[in-house]
Protein backbone atom coordinates (compact mmCIF):
# COMPACT_ATOMS: atom_id res chain seq x y z
CA UNK A 1 0.00 0.00 0.00
CA UNK A 2 3.10 2.49 1.03
CA UNK A 3 4.70 1.76 -2.63
CA UNK A 4 1.44 2.42 -4.59
CA UNK A 5 0.34 5.84 -2.42
CA UNK A 6 4.40 6.68 -3.24
CA UNK A 7 4.24 6.16 -6.52
CA UNK A 8 0.92 8.36 -7.01
CA UNK A 9 2.72 11.06 -4.90
CA UNK A 10 5.51 10.76 -7.34
CA UNK A 11 3.14 10.84 -10.15
CA UNK A 12 1.43 14.08 -9.23
CA UNK A 13 4.65 15.96 -8.93
CA UNK A 14 6.00 14.80 -12.05
CA UNK A 15 3.00 16.14 -13.52
CA UNK A 16 2.00 19.25 -11.96
CA UNK A 17 6.27 20.24 -12.19
CA UNK A 18 5.82 20.01 -15.50
CA UNK A 19 2.63 21.81 -15.91
CA UNK A 20 4.60 24.60 -14.14
CA UNK A 21 7.15 24.38 -16.66
CA UNK A 22 5.34 24.35 -19.81
CA UNK A 23 3.03 27.77 -18.60
CA UNK A 24 6.35 29.07 -17.95
CA UNK A 25 8.45 28.91 -20.65
CA UNK A 26 4.96 29.65 -22.82
CA UNK A 27 4.82 33.22 -23.68
CA UNK A 28 2.34 35.48 -21.89
CA UNK A 29 -0.99 36.10 -24.33
CA UNK A 30 -1.54 39.69 -25.04
CA UNK A 31 -4.37 41.41 -26.48
CA UNK A 32 -6.54 44.52 -26.45
CA UNK A 33 -10.06 43.92 -25.23
CA UNK A 34 -13.05 45.60 -24.13
CA UNK A 35 -11.09 48.67 -23.19
CA UNK A 36 -8.40 46.37 -21.30
CA UNK A 37 -4.84 45.07 -21.92
CA UNK A 38 -5.44 41.55 -20.59
CA UNK A 39 -1.69 39.67 -20.50
CA UNK A 40 -3.10 35.93 -19.80
CA UNK A 41 -1.26 33.13 -18.57
CA UNK A 42 1.54 32.73 -15.36
CA UNK A 43 1.85 36.22 -13.59
CA UNK A 44 -0.76 37.65 -15.90
CA UNK A 45 -2.52 40.85 -15.14
CA UNK A 46 -5.45 42.74 -16.83
CA UNK A 47 -4.95 46.58 -16.74
CA UNK A 48 -7.66 49.00 -18.13
CA UNK A 49 -6.35 51.64 -20.98
CA UNK A 50 -7.04 54.61 -19.20
CA UNK A 51 -4.66 53.43 -16.63
CA UNK A 52 -1.73 53.36 -19.08
CA UNK A 53 -0.25 56.54 -19.31
CA UNK A 54 2.49 56.02 -21.62
CA UNK A 55 3.68 53.17 -24.40
CA UNK A 56 7.07 52.88 -25.94
CA UNK A 57 9.14 50.96 -27.83
CA UNK A 58 12.54 50.69 -26.67
CA UNK A 59 15.01 49.27 -29.37
CA UNK A 60 16.82 47.05 -27.12
CA UNK A 61 15.87 43.99 -26.00
CA UNK A 62 15.24 43.08 -21.78
CA UNK A 63 18.82 41.83 -21.94
CA UNK A 64 20.47 44.64 -22.75
CA UNK A 65 18.02 46.97 -20.60
CA UNK A 66 18.94 45.19 -17.57
CA UNK A 67 17.01 42.98 -15.09
CA UNK A 68 18.17 43.39 -11.42
CA UNK A 69 16.65 40.89 -8.95
CA UNK A 70 13.89 39.04 -8.82
CA UNK A 71 10.36 39.96 -6.86
CA UNK A 72 8.36 36.63 -7.13
CA UNK A 73 8.87 35.78 -10.70
CA UNK A 74 9.78 32.79 -13.33
CA UNK A 75 13.22 32.71 -15.67
CA UNK A 76 12.45 29.99 -18.30
CA UNK A 77 15.79 28.17 -19.95
CA UNK A 78 14.61 29.32 -23.23
CA UNK A 79 14.62 33.12 -22.12
CA UNK A 80 11.03 33.91 -21.31
CA UNK A 81 10.97 36.01 -18.27
CA UNK A 82 7.80 36.27 -16.26
CA UNK A 83 7.33 37.84 -13.28
CA UNK A 84 7.87 41.15 -10.56
CA UNK A 85 12.06 41.98 -11.36
CA UNK A 86 13.83 45.32 -10.28
CA UNK A 87 14.52 47.22 -14.02
CA UNK A 88 17.51 49.34 -13.38
CA UNK A 89 16.91 52.95 -12.92
CA UNK A 90 13.15 52.42 -12.73
CA UNK A 91 12.28 50.00 -10.03
CA UNK A 92 10.20 47.40 -9.65
CA UNK A 93 7.98 45.85 -12.48
CA UNK A 94 6.14 43.40 -14.25
CA UNK A 95 8.05 41.73 -16.78
CA UNK A 96 6.73 39.45 -20.01
CA UNK A 97 9.51 39.36 -21.97
CA UNK A 98 11.82 37.09 -24.32
CA UNK A 99 14.92 38.69 -22.85
CA UNK A 100 17.01 38.31 -26.08
CA UNK A 101 14.85 39.77 -28.44
CA UNK A 102 14.37 43.18 -29.39
CA UNK A 103 12.38 45.07 -29.60
CA UNK A 104 10.74 45.34 -26.13
CA UNK A 105 7.57 47.44 -25.51
CA UNK A 106 7.05 49.81 -22.06
CA UNK A 107 3.85 50.45 -20.32
CA UNK A 108 3.67 53.25 -18.17
CA UNK A 109 1.53 53.23 -15.30
CA UNK A 110 0.56 56.17 -12.85
CA UNK A 111 -0.07 54.01 -9.53
CA UNK A 112 1.15 50.14 -10.73
CA UNK A 113 4.36 48.81 -11.32
CA UNK A 114 5.15 49.41 -15.29
CA UNK A 115 5.03 46.11 -17.89
CA UNK A 116 7.31 45.33 -20.31
CA UNK A 117 6.52 42.78 -22.95
CA UNK A 118 8.48 41.07 -25.85
CA UNK A 119 7.99 38.64 -27.86
CA UNK A 120 10.19 36.25 -29.61
CA UNK A 121 9.28 37.10 -33.08
CA UNK A 122 9.81 41.12 -33.05
CA UNK A 123 7.41 41.75 -35.48
CA UNK A 124 4.57 40.56 -33.19
CA UNK A 125 5.51 43.01 -30.23
CA UNK A 126 5.65 45.64 -33.54
CA UNK A 127 1.69 44.56 -33.79
CA UNK A 128 0.98 44.79 -30.16
CA UNK A 129 2.55 48.68 -29.99
CA UNK A 130 0.88 49.49 -33.11
CA UNK A 131 -2.52 47.84 -31.41
CA UNK A 132 -2.01 49.27 -27.91
CA UNK A 133 -1.12 52.85 -29.21
CA UNK A 134 -4.48 52.60 -31.57
CA UNK A 135 -6.40 51.67 -29.01
CA UNK A 136 -5.48 54.66 -26.34
CA UNK A 137 -6.33 57.37 -29.22
Do not use: C, Q
Request: hydrophobic share 45%; aromatic share 8%.
Amino acid sequence: MKKILFAITGIIVILASGILIYFGVTEAKVSVIDDSLKIAGVYGVTVPLSEITGVTMIEYSMEEIGIGDSKGSFRGMNGVIKGRFIVPGLGEALLFVSSPTSPTLWIERADEKDIFISFADGIETEHLYREIKASLN
